[in-house]
């Protein structure tokens, strides 16, 4: 775990409960040619979500990132 993986997962989660939703990880990924589809966001939290409650936690967004 390093600081700057926290500070990315910090900027994903826009309204700072500790958890990235498919919604704020769609939003932070927005980039001027467009952003990445719905389908993708909820694809990759369901890839990352290990406990089903549809959200990432900073373990969950840790496992699956290093
Ligand atoms: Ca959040
Ligand atoms: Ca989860």
């Known amino acids: 775990m390093t ?11 826009t309204n700072h409960d500790g958890f990235i939703t498919a919604k ?11 952003q990445i589809s719905e389908a993708n966001a909820n694809a990759f939290v369901k890839l990352a979500d290990k406990n089903g409650d549809d959200k990432i936690s900073f373990e969950e967004y840790d496992a699956i990132t290093r």
């Open 3 to 13: 600081d700057k993986k926290r500070a990315d997962f910090d900027a994903i989660d």
């Open 24 to 34: 704020e990880f769609r939003e932070a990924l927005q980039t001027p040619s467009g």
